[in-house]
């Protein structure tokens, strides 16, 4: 018996790091695993003896007592990263499971000197002495039989204790800041981020700050030298496994996790990522240019326009209209089809021509009915046209010829702000912003969106004082378009998870007329009785509303607590300020346990909105023709629109989470148990997908489902829960739904439509899809051990009519990759890694010139080969030298050859002395004083053979990412 509980004694006492290293562990404070690894060590409170926990109050008094005997010394400069409080589990800000007990490490005295070295803050011992006596105190209290007396002595020392956490802020040292010496190379924010407390910060989920950054001046990698919070994805996007580190990180897991027969997989997926991400970002640069300069761009891209006679540039001056090139857009309005489906002539717009305002609203107009119309065509007939072709096709041009004449009228009324700030103009503006938001132009959608927020706050849309006097038909105009605008900008924090444009404690104007039947008078009132209403969907102010009206409700009231939640949670200056992150973990859990419950009311509140349009939810589960088709549409819409914030909110706070959480491997009960609501969450979307009534449907759903699909992808392949083969069947069903409209895309669609926002974004979306799903299977793969053929099979044993589909998801050729395969030859890294080569290269080449040093001819031939602007012609040979992947390591080291084309008159014949010459006449030619900034100064993914065949993908993740890549917190 003693034997037995000797072995179970060894093994609940062991820490964290040693179960994470599966080694023996000595169960000391600290243990010699981590004095020798050099790391904190950290124990479990549930893997805790009871003897151990009874004793840890001692620990405590005896550092009460410690700090007593000598209050004039500060304990921080003889700690690293020391944290001594202990957890109380009594206390309610500690009723979060696994709670790390800490003790400090006694690391050498050089260690200690030049860590304090780089603390910029003052001491806190006080602090620190004050918190242990009230912990002891608790301690004892708590030890002692229950009794009216005790319970008093125990709130009042709880009061004195959260007192003292609340009003517990870090004083900078400014005699120490101002004298640092030398300056550092990092900012000082970096530097200011050095604590005794702990030597890593999350900063979002696949960004980690260490104190190593500041220690290390030196840069190991591209990605060491950018901001850890990326431009695209900023602080809180729910999609920070598509940023570049989370694609690092990507690479990095197969790197150390694939096994061999699955490498050709994982290098497929990640060129797919690849592509995915850099087609993105080119979309993004097209849609810069489109709103900048519509009408050239869009004449020079169907080759109606000279691109050298007109280039198109991104304008900052109040853009000027040329008559012509009006009427070439105009003209080329497919009629009578345009006056068909808005009621429009070429007539009407040409007597409009010289009234920008009239051209403006005509637009716009023209836009939305465009829009609808477009809807209703491609729903007819439960699926894609078919027959229609040639409609189809003038659907398709006359979107982008519209869309370019609302960007090019929405320049010149820019300008005119006297004029914009009008309800008239707020009012021919919001249908185009809705049509953008479908559409999911986001570049357009967002700078028209900052100027609507503008105008409305100018104009006091927002404040109930600038209602006063006027008459109620104008003020309902007036919130109607204020509300519309609002719920536009909620939409758009829920996609990216940005800062938002409206201050929510600024808004006092009173709310939609249905809002106020509901019992619901403005926006601060609805935020305090939505979570307790005792509305239902059978009361009258609720059941007597169309399905249109019950959806804006809905929509109008997430947006609002999307609002209140960003506002409250996400961007408070409580959980994110600088001083906050470094902090002890006593009072970051406190925090982190406000946080959870910041999300449970959220929660709370999303319930309750969807107990009250209940009825939309059960129209989206019916069919035709129990209820209209569109009905059938918007309801289905919503109820992924609903599911989709629920999962964005996840995603965002996981990064919040990760910042204030002691250690990533620490997971929290709560995070756990969102993160199995999140998969059980998603296998209810996907049966819910799969039971729609028509396959357009499910693509008018997509804009939510592609982000609930990704972030169950990016935690998969995180975490790896269990996926079951009835999760990869329901997965399949759900794709099967979109096959066909693929299909016809890949079929049907004439190259001169391709530029048909409806297009495009259709294909991103389905392409994000495709490669979460193909992640999932890998992973599935991976956990059952089994390769591609064996899992094939599987599934052949039980939904056999679902195997061609899964064999599509394996092949590199198969049509669901078309999009992101074509036009490989322009694949590149556009937005970060051609910063680097045009930046890097350029300094390097004009400093050794300044200095005539460059002798180095790899160096010179590094030079000319970039300012030459070629790139590597790349066709599908796998074997060509000429079309091979350009190796990130040639150019970033000089001691390395680098890539170069081989002169075209070389054959397999010419010795190696007459290929040396060769490439000496190449070294001799003339570099360019500039670097030519051409789109072909990237990285060259090739093809997707050349990569998987001749790809170094160990040179491509330490080149970009090297050790800058940490275990990411889900």
Not at 888 to 915: A, W
Request: proline residues 4%; neutral net charge.
């Amino acid at each position: 018996m003693k034997a037995k509980k000797t072995t179970r004694s060894k093994v609940s006492n062991a820490c964290v790091n040693c179960r994470k290293r599966k080694i023996k562990c000595t169960g000391k404070h600290p243990c010699t695993n981590c004095i020798s690894y050099n790391c904190k060590c950290v124990f479990l409170k549930k893997y805790l003896s009871l003897e151990r926990d009874a004793a840890q109050p001692q620990s405590a008094a005896a550092a009460v007592g410690l700090s007593s005997t000598n209050p004039s010394v500060d304990t921080s400069a003889g700690v690293h990263h020391r944290d001594t409080t202990t957890k109380l589990e009594h206390q309610n800000y500690f009723e979060l499971m696994n709670e790390p007990i800490q003790t400090p490490v006694s690391p050498s005295s050089a260690s200690v000197t030049n860590n304090n070295d780089y603390i910029l803050f003052k001491g806190d011992s006080s602090y620190q002495s004050q918190l242990t006596t009230y912990q002891s105190i608790l301690a004892n209290l708590y030890s002692l039989p229950p009794s009216t007396d005790t319970q008093l002595l125990i709130t009042k020392t709880k009061a004195q204790l959260d007192n003292l956490i609340n009003n517990w802020n870090p004083e900078i040292n400014y005699p120490k800041l101002s004298k640092l010496s030398p300056p550092p190379q990092k900012s000082i924010e970096t530097c200011l981020l050095v604590n005794k407390y702990r030597s890593k910060v999350y900063m979002t989920r696949f960004s980690i700050w260490t104190d190593q950054m500041v220690k290390n001046q030196s840069s190991d990698s591209f990605l060491a030298t950018l901001p850890l919070v990326d431009e695209i994805f900023g602080l809180f996007s729910p999609l920070q496994a598509f940023s570049l580190r989370g694609i690092g990180y990507l690479i990095k897991t197969n790197l150390d996790n694939v096994p061999s027969p699955m490498l050709i997989d994982s290098k497929e997926t990640i060129y797919l990522i690849l592509r995915l991400f850099d087609l993105c970002y080119e979309h993004l640069v097209q849609g810069c240019v489109s709103i900048a300069n519509p009408l050239e761009s869009y004449l020079q891209r169907t080759n109606q326009l000279s691109a050298t006679a007109t280039p198109v540039t991104l304008s900052t001056s109040p853009a000027s209209l040329s008559n012509d090139l009006v009427l070439c857009v105009v003209n080329k309005l497919p009629q009578p089809f345009i006056q068909t489906i808005t009621g429009f002539t070429t007539a009407q717009l040409l007597a409009n021509l010289h009234d920008a305002f009239s051209m403006f609203r005509i637009v716009t107009q023209m836009a939305s009915l465009h829009r609808k119309r477009f809807k209703e065509f491609l729903n007819q007939e439960f699926s894609l046209p078919y027959q229609n072709r040639d409609l189809f096709s003038s659907f398709c041009s006359s979107e982008y010829l519209i869309s370019t004449l609302c960007y090019a009228y929405y320049n010149v009324t820019l300008y005119h702000m006297i004029d914009i700030n009008t309800l008239d103009y707020l009012e021919d503006l919001v249908p185009l912003l809705e049509v953008q938001n479908e559409i999911n132009d986001h570049f357009g959608f967002e700078k028209m969106l900052e100027v609507a927020v503008i105008c409305c706050i100018k104009m006091g849309l927002a404040r109930w004082e600038y209602y006063v006097g006027i008459d109620e038909t104008t003020a309902e105009r007036r919130r109607t378009v204020w509300w519309k605008i609002y719920r536009l900008e909620k939409y758009h924090l829920v996609d990216l998870g940005d800062l938002s444009l409206i201050n929510e404690h600024q808004i006092s104007c009173l709310l939609p007329k249905d809002f106020r039947d509901m019992g619901f008078i403005n926006h601060r009132e609805f935020l305090s009785k939505i979570g307790t209403s005792s509305l239902s969907s059978s009361s009258p102010e609720l059941k007597n509303l169309s399905l249109t009206r019950l959806i804006e409700y809905g929509q109008l009231a997430i947006a609002q607590i999307v609002g209140e939640f960003f506002s409250e949670t996400l961007y408070n200056e409580k959980f994110t300020s600088l001083e906050t992150s470094v902090k002890p973990t006593l009072i970051r859990q406190k925090l982190l346990k406000e946080v959870f419950d910041n999300v449970e009311s959220f929660r709370g509140k999303l319930a309750k909105i969807k107990c009250h349009t209940s009825k939309v939810f059960e129209v989206a589960q019916s069919n035709f023709p129990q209820h209209p088709r569109n009905d059938l549409i918007e309801a289905a819409i919503f109820t992924s629109f609903y599911n989709n914030t629920w999962f964005s909110i996840l995603g965002a706070v996981s990064n919040l989470i990760a910042r204030l959480s002691e250690d990533p491997e620490v997971m929290t009960v709560q995070s756990l148990k969102y993160g199995e609501e999140m998969f059980q969450d998603w296998k209810k979307t996907n049966e819910f997908l799969a039971k729609v009534d028509t396959d357009f449907t499910v693509w008018s759903c997509l804009d939510s489902y592609e982000l609930i699909f990704f972030l169950m992808a990016s935690k998969i392949y995180v975490q790896s829960p269990s996926v079951t083969l009835d999760d990869v069947i329901s997965t399949l069903k759900v794709f099967k739904r979109i096959t066909k409209i693929i299909y016809f895309f890949n079929n049907n669609l004439d190259e001169k439509d391709s530029d048909c926002q409806t297009f495009k974004e259709f294909s991103r979306s389905s392409s994000l899809i495709a490669i979460s799903i193909r992640i999932i299977f890998m992973r599935y793969c991976f956990a059952e051990k089994i390769d591609r053929t064996e899992f094939i099979e599987r599934l052949k044993q039980v939904e056999p009519g679902l195997t061609n589909l899964l064999k599509e998801f394996f092949d590199n050729r198969s049509f669901i990759y078309k999009y992101m395969l074509k036009s490989v030859e322009k694949s590149g890294f556009h937005l970060t890694i051609r910063q680097m080569l045009e930046s890097d290269y350029k300094i390097s080449y004009k400093d050794k010139q300044a200095t005539g040093n460059i002798s180095d001819q790899s160096n010179l031939n590094r030079a000319s080969h970039l300012s030459s602007g070629t790139t590597p012609f790349c066709n599908h040979s796998s074997t060509s030298p000429v079309s091979s992947p350009l190796k990130l390591s040639s150019l970033l080291n000089s001691g390395e050859v680098p890539y170069t084309q081989d002169v075209p008159g070389n054959t397999s014949n010419d010795t190696p002395h007459q290929q040396q010459s060769s490439q000496q006449a190449k070294r001799q030619q003339s570099v360019p004083n500039q670097m030519n900034n051409t789109e072909n100064n990237i990285y060259n993914l090739g093809t997707l053979e050349e990569f998987v065949n001749s790809g170094d993908l160990t040179d491509l993740y330490h080149t970009l990412w090297n050790d800058n890549i940490s275990d990411p917190f889900l």
